[in-house]
Protein backbone atom coordinates (compact mmCIF):
# COMPACT_ATOMS: atom_id res chain seq x y z
CA UNK A 1 0.00 0.00 0.00
CA UNK A 2 1.73 3.49 -0.94
CA UNK A 3 0.85 6.48 1.15
CA UNK A 4 0.16 9.26 -1.39
CA UNK A 5 -0.43 13.04 -0.07
CA UNK A 6 -2.67 15.10 -2.02
CA UNK A 7 -3.65 18.97 -0.97
CA UNK A 8 -7.18 19.60 0.73
CA UNK A 9 -9.43 21.62 -1.64
CA UNK A 10 -10.15 24.27 1.21
CA UNK A 11 -7.05 24.80 3.42
CA UNK A 12 -4.40 23.85 0.63
CA UNK A 13 -2.74 21.23 3.17
CA UNK A 14 -1.95 18.18 2.83
CA UNK A 15 -3.66 15.25 2.92
CA UNK A 16 -3.00 11.59 3.46
CA UNK A 17 -4.59 9.30 0.39
CA UNK A 18 -4.32 5.69 -0.01
CA UNK A 19 -3.94 3.63 -3.18
CA UNK A 20 -7.04 4.18 -5.77
CA UNK A 21 -8.26 0.82 -4.27
CA UNK A 22 -9.44 2.57 -0.96
CA UNK A 23 -10.86 5.67 -2.77
CA UNK A 24 -14.42 4.54 -1.75
CA UNK A 25 -13.63 4.09 1.69
CA UNK A 26 -12.07 7.10 2.05
CA UNK A 27 -15.12 9.09 0.89
CA UNK A 28 -17.51 7.25 3.46
CA UNK A 29 -15.12 8.29 6.03
CA UNK A 30 -15.18 11.86 4.88
CA UNK A 31 -19.04 11.83 4.70
CA UNK A 32 -19.26 13.72 7.82
CA UNK A 33 -17.57 16.42 6.77
CA UNK A 34 -20.29 17.37 4.51
CA UNK A 35 -22.86 18.66 6.98
CA UNK A 36 -20.63 20.28 9.03
CA UNK A 37 -19.61 22.75 6.45
CA UNK A 38 -23.81 23.26 5.66
CA UNK A 39 -23.97 23.88 9.41
CA UNK A 40 -21.06 26.19 9.53
CA UNK A 41 -21.93 27.77 6.73
CA UNK A 42 -25.83 28.42 8.04
CA UNK A 43 -24.02 29.70 11.24
CA UNK A 44 -22.00 32.27 9.68
CA UNK A 45 -24.55 33.93 7.20
CA UNK A 46 -26.99 34.52 10.37
CA UNK A 47 -24.49 35.77 12.05
CA UNK A 48 -23.48 37.79 9.30
CA UNK A 49 -27.56 38.87 8.43
CA UNK A 50 -27.94 39.36 12.36
CA UNK A 51 -25.08 41.75 12.12
CA UNK A 52 -27.04 43.29 9.21
CA UNK A 53 -30.19 43.62 11.16
CA UNK A 54 -28.54 45.75 13.97
CA UNK A 55 -26.87 47.98 11.81
CA UNK A 56 -30.22 48.82 9.60
CA UNK A 57 -32.51 48.88 12.94
CA UNK A 58 -33.60 52.28 14.09
CA UNK A 59 -32.12 53.76 17.17
CA UNK A 60 -33.94 53.09 20.21
CA UNK A 61 -35.75 57.06 20.96
CA UNK A 62 -33.91 58.56 23.75
CA UNK A 63 -35.97 58.31 26.99
CA UNK A 64 -37.71 61.37 28.31
CA UNK A 65 -37.43 63.09 31.94
CA UNK A 66 -39.34 65.75 33.12
CA UNK A 67 -37.28 69.37 34.11
CA UNK A 68 -37.85 69.95 37.96
CA UNK A 69 -40.27 72.63 39.45
CA UNK A 70 -36.93 75.17 40.20
CA UNK A 71 -35.70 73.98 36.72
CA UNK A 72 -38.99 75.15 35.13
CA UNK A 73 -38.91 78.44 37.65
CA UNK A 74 -35.70 79.64 36.26
CA UNK A 75 -36.61 79.10 32.69
CA UNK A 76 -39.02 81.60 33.10
CA UNK A 77 -38.64 84.16 36.03
CA UNK A 78 -38.70 87.67 35.36
CA UNK A 79 -38.49 87.03 31.66
CA UNK A 80 -40.94 88.40 28.72
CA UNK A 81 -41.81 85.78 26.18
CA UNK A 82 -42.60 87.29 23.23
CA UNK A 83 -45.42 86.34 20.80
CA UNK A 84 -46.45 86.93 17.57
CA UNK A 85 -48.80 90.08 18.23
CA UNK A 86 -47.73 90.50 22.05
CA UNK A 87 -45.92 89.17 25.02
CA UNK A 88 -46.61 87.85 28.41
CA UNK A 89 -44.65 88.24 31.52
CA UNK A 90 -43.67 86.21 34.40
CA UNK A 91 -43.01 87.98 37.43
CA UNK A 92 -40.86 87.59 40.42
CA UNK A 93 -42.20 87.96 43.80
CA UNK A 94 -45.68 86.27 44.05
CA UNK A 95 -45.37 85.25 40.38
CA UNK A 96 -47.82 87.74 38.97
CA UNK A 97 -48.66 87.29 35.27
CA UNK A 98 -49.37 89.70 32.81
CA UNK A 99 -50.44 89.41 29.20
CA UNK A 100 -51.24 91.32 26.05
CA UNK A 101 -52.17 90.28 22.22
CA UNK A 102 -53.04 93.77 19.72
CA UNK A 103 -54.25 93.88 16.42
CA UNK A 104 -56.67 95.02 14.38
CA UNK A 105 -59.58 95.46 16.61
CA UNK A 106 -58.74 92.29 19.09
CA UNK A 107 -56.28 93.51 21.69
CA UNK A 108 -56.87 92.30 24.91
CA UNK A 109 -54.74 91.98 28.29
CA UNK A 110 -54.52 89.60 31.32
CA UNK A 111 -53.48 89.55 34.93
CA UNK A 112 -53.45 86.89 37.13
CA UNK A 113 -50.41 84.63 38.60
CA UNK A 114 -48.35 81.46 37.13
CA UNK A 115 -46.79 78.43 38.25
CA UNK A 116 -45.11 75.82 38.13
CA UNK A 117 -45.04 71.81 38.98
CA UNK A 118 -43.54 68.88 39.79
CA UNK A 119 -44.71 67.43 36.81
CA UNK A 120 -42.98 69.33 34.36
CA UNK A 121 -46.22 71.98 33.56
CA UNK A 122 -45.61 75.71 33.76
CA UNK A 123 -49.60 77.05 33.84
CA UNK A 124 -51.35 80.77 33.86
CA UNK A 125 -53.98 81.87 35.84
CA UNK A 126 -55.81 84.75 34.29
CA UNK A 127 -58.59 86.48 33.02
CA UNK A 128 -58.47 87.45 29.56
CA UNK A 129 -60.33 90.79 28.93
CA UNK A 130 -60.69 93.46 25.70
CA UNK A 131 -63.05 95.76 24.68
CA UNK A 132 -65.75 93.64 23.90
CA UNK A 133 -65.81 91.24 26.56
CA UNK A 134 -64.56 90.18 30.09
CA UNK A 135 -63.31 86.56 30.56
CA UNK A 136 -63.58 84.10 33.55
CA UNK A 137 -60.08 83.43 34.97
CA UNK A 138 -58.61 80.41 33.14
CA UNK A 139 -55.68 77.89 34.27
CA UNK A 140 -53.88 77.30 30.76
CA UNK A 141 -50.90 74.88 30.75
CA UNK A 142 -47.58 74.06 28.87
CA UNK A 143 -45.85 70.48 29.56
CA UNK A 144 -41.84 70.20 29.26
CA UNK A 145 -39.77 67.48 28.78
CA UNK A 146 -36.23 67.00 28.66
CA UNK A 147 -34.78 64.42 25.71
CA UNK A 148 -31.30 64.30 24.32
CA UNK A 149 -30.33 67.06 26.15
CA UNK A 150 -32.69 69.57 24.66
CA UNK A 151 -36.00 70.80 26.67
CA UNK A 152 -39.12 70.30 24.66
CA UNK A 153 -42.72 72.10 25.17
CA UNK A 154 -46.59 71.70 24.13
CA UNK A 155 -49.65 73.27 25.00
CA UNK A 156 -51.96 71.15 27.45
CA UNK A 157 -53.65 68.70 26.83
CA UNK A 158 -52.30 67.21 23.45
CA UNK A 159 -50.42 70.14 21.50
CA UNK A 160 -47.67 68.82 19.88
CA UNK A 161 -43.88 68.89 21.14
CA UNK A 162 -41.49 71.10 19.86
CA UNK A 163 -38.74 72.57 20.52
CA UNK A 164 -38.03 75.04 23.30
CA UNK A 165 -34.73 75.27 24.30
CA UNK A 166 -31.16 73.25 23.60
CA UNK A 167 -27.61 73.54 24.42
CA UNK A 168 -26.32 74.72 22.26
CA UNK A 169 -29.16 77.26 21.34
CA UNK A 170 -30.90 76.33 17.83
CA UNK A 171 -32.15 79.12 15.58
CA UNK A 172 -35.98 76.92 15.98
CA UNK A 173 -35.80 77.38 19.86
CA UNK A 174 -39.00 78.80 21.24
CA UNK A 175 -36.81 80.28 24.46
CA UNK A 176 -35.12 82.48 21.75
CA UNK A 177 -38.29 84.47 22.16
CA UNK A 178 -37.75 84.75 25.45
CA UNK A 179 -36.33 88.08 27.04
CA UNK A 180 -34.72 89.08 30.45
CA UNK A 181 -36.83 91.60 32.42
CA UNK A 182 -40.33 93.30 31.72
CA UNK A 183 -39.56 94.43 28.20
CA UNK A 184 -43.12 94.97 26.89
CA UNK A 185 -44.36 96.54 30.09
CA UNK A 186 -45.46 99.99 28.52
CA UNK A 187 -47.04 98.34 25.66
CA UNK A 188 -49.53 96.43 27.85
CA UNK A 189 -50.43 99.21 29.86
CA UNK A 190 -51.02 101.09 26.36
CA UNK A 191 -53.42 98.15 25.68
CA UNK A 192 -54.56 97.88 29.43
CA UNK A 193 -55.95 101.42 29.31
CA UNK A 194 -57.29 101.27 25.58
CA UNK A 195 -59.14 98.80 27.11
CA UNK A 196 -60.27 99.73 30.36
CA UNK A 197 -61.42 103.34 28.60
CA UNK A 198 -63.95 101.18 26.45
CA UNK A 199 -65.24 99.67 29.06
Same mark, same amino acid.
Given at each position: ? #???????????????????? #???????? =??????????????????????????????? !?????????? !????????????????????????????????????????????????????????????????????????? =? #????????? #???????????????????? !??????????????????????????
Amino acid at each position: M #RLLIALTVSTGLPWPCISRE #REGGQSAR =HAWLVPLLVVCGQLALSGAAQAANEKNAKPA !EAAATVPTAF !ELQRLYTDRTWLWKDGAAYFGQTGRPFRAWTSGQDSASVAEGRWLVTKDGKMCMDAAWRSKSYKGKQQRICYS =H #RVRGGAIEQ #RKDPDGDWYSFKRTPEDLSD !EYRKFEVGDTKSAQFEETRKLIDSKN
